[in-house]
């Protein structure tokens, strides 16, 4: 099985990326640090020998770095079954004094890029007549967040991407789920003062994706939220 995994490197996606080479599927993955992707793909080819892991440097508020990395993992895994768009730019503000291009910035990572990324590689899908299309959203899409106001608007709409996507390709037989974390442990949290039962763990979003994954072919699971046991995010 062939999976594509964008931000890659760090944080969800690698526990993403981990859990996904533990369970054979070869990867193609994306992240903004040429010299992180190199290395994260020398370490998954050193400890996964019988699978293939391609890596290229991409930065998603690029629509050309978006258009390239999308040809790049087609030509590498020639078969998409799995896209998993992950890569999220988070910039805390409140609506009133946000810099100018806040918004913007954020739409195009937490939006447009899986806009283009979920219409190409379900085209290929639909040739195949299956796949699987894996959008990490927020408990933001839901609940939004006065300081956090842009970001909550860019994952709600990525949450209503990934209902329309899942309602248009149902009978293509490409599934798609939408996954709600709350707080997580990743950089946007990095030196917080909370312990750890008010941050979810990576590796745990990255379990719920592989249940995902391994339901029969019958079963589509929309939504899933998972949040913190003793926080408020």
């Known amino acids: 099985m062939n999976a594509i995994v964008t931000g890659a490197t760090k944080g969800i996606g690698r526990a993403l990326v981990m859990h996904l080479a533990a369970n054979n599927?070869?990867?193609a993955l994306c992240a903004r640090n040429s010299g992180e992707v190199q290395d994260f793909i020398i370490e998954l080819q050193a400890s996964y020998p019988q699978l293939n892991f391609y890596g290229k440097a991409a930065d998603l508020e690029n629509s050309e770095d978006v258009k390239a990395f999308a040809d790049f993992a087609l030509e590498n895994l020639k078969r998409v079954d799995v896209l998993i768009n992950n890569a999220g730019l988070f910039i805390p503000s409140g609506l009133m004094d946000e810099e100018e291009r806040c918004l913007e910035r954020q739409m195009q990572v937490n939006v447009y890029a899986p806009h283009f990324l979920s219409k190409f590689f379900?085209?290929?899908m639909r040739m195949?007549?299956?796949g699987h299309i894996i959008n990490i959203c927020s408990i933001a899409s839901v609940k939004p967040f006065v300081n956090s106001a842009s970001y909550s608007i860019s994952k709600?709409?990525?949450?209503s991407l990934t209902k329309i996507l899942r309602d248009?390709?149902?009978?293509?037989?490409?599934?798609v789920t939408a996954i709600l974390p709350g707080?997580?442990?990743?950089?946007s949290w990095a030196g917080t003062s909370l312990s750890a039962d008010r941050l979810i763990a990576a590796d745990d979003i990255a379990k719920?994706?592989?249940t995902c994954l391994s339901m029969s072919t019958g079963?589509?699971?929309d939504e899933i939220i998972i949040r913190p046991l003793k926080g408020d995010l």
């Open 25 to 27: 599927y070869n990867v």
């Open 168 to 175: 248009e390709l149902l009978r293509s037989g490409i599934r």
């Open 208 to 210: 719920a994706v592989i």
């Open 219 to 221: 079963a589509n699971v």
């Open 183 to 187: 707080a997580t442990m990743t950089d």
């Open 128 to 130: 195949n007549g299956d």
């Open 156 to 159: 709600a709409a990525l949450l």
């Open 122 to 124: 379900a085209a290929h």
